[in-house]
T-cell receptor, first 115, second 117 residues
Framework: GENVEQHPSTLSVQEGDSAVIKCTYSDSASNYFPWYKQELGKGPQLIIDIRSNVGEKKDQRIAVTLNKTAKHFSLHITETQPEDSAVYFCAAHRMSGTSYGKLTFGQGTILTVHP | DVKVTQSSRYLVKRTGEKVFLECVQDMDHENMFWYRQDPGLGLRLIYFSYDVKMKEKGDIPEGYSVSREKKERFSLILESASTNQTSMYLC????????????????FGPGTRLTVT
């Protein structure tokens, strides 16, 4: 089955700096890669996703890049703000007839943005 | 807005007790999922359901069972709780995954922190 590795496990940055979280996946047939943000006391929430026919996607201060050859994808947050502090999860999905939208998640990254 | 609710935010049970965790979604989603979240291990899929009365095992189903009698409700059952089941349990739902149209976003509930003593 799919295996997703996420690094680093913790990341501490100063407000205004950039933050990068990286994930690798094992199943070359995976074709959908979402990123979820979990704030304290809440469930994870989708912030951005990318499909395998796209190399990069941006949404304001957040961007995701995908390298299919190397089987890795990354989340980039620019101009970080204290409200970006949260746990971030990457995930991978392989489209198949019976996949039912199942995701395999990475281990999570605790991002702390210091004012 | 999609809303996924879980019956309890915090739960304390004794070893050997039967435990029910309830999840309800209000968006008529076909797919529902149960995960457990542990530090350093991320979210691991326990069971999922793609239709009423239909269920499939996830990656870590041992010690758990599920029930889906109505489309909006998905229950996780710990038949005989053990201390290694102390964890955060998250329920999620999503629309049906239709062919090559892509996979839909999963919407998560707030979680139930279960402690088994």
């Amino acid at each position: 089955g799919e295996n997703v590795e996420q690094h680093p496990s913790t990341l501490s940055v100063q407000e205004g700096d950039s933050a990068v979280i990286k994930c690798t996946y094992s199943d070359s047939a995976s074709n959908y890669f979402p990123w979820y943000k979990q704030e304290l006391g809440k469930g994870p929430q989708l912030i951005i996703d990318i499909r395998s026919n796209v190399g990069e996607k941006k949404d304001q201060r957040i961007a995701v890049t995908l390298n299919k050859t190397a089987k890795h994808f990354s989340l980039h947050i620019t101009e970080t703000q204290p409200e970006d502090s949260a746990v971030y999860f990457c995930a991978a999905h392989r489209m198949s007839g019976t996949s039912y939208g199942k995701l395999t998640f990475g281990q999570g990254t605790i991002l702390t943005v210091h004012p | 807005d999609v809303k996924v609710t879980q019956s309890s935010r915090y739960l304390v049970k004794r070893t050997g007790e039967k435990v029910f965790l309830e999840c309800v979604q209000d968006m008529d989603h076909e797919n529902m999922f149960w995960y457990r979240q542990d530090p350093g291990l991320g979210l691991r899929l326990i069971y999922f359901s793609y239709d009423v009365k239909m269920k499939e095992k996830g990656d870590i189903p041992e010690g758990y069972s599920v029930s889906r009698e109505k489309k909006e409700r998905f229950s996780l059952i710990l038949e005989s709780a053990s201390t290694n089941q102390t964890s955060m349990y998250l329920c999620a739902s999503s629309l049906e995954n239709i062919g090559t149209a892509g996979v839909d976003e999963q919407y998560f509930g707030p979680g139930t922190r279960l402690t088994v003593t």
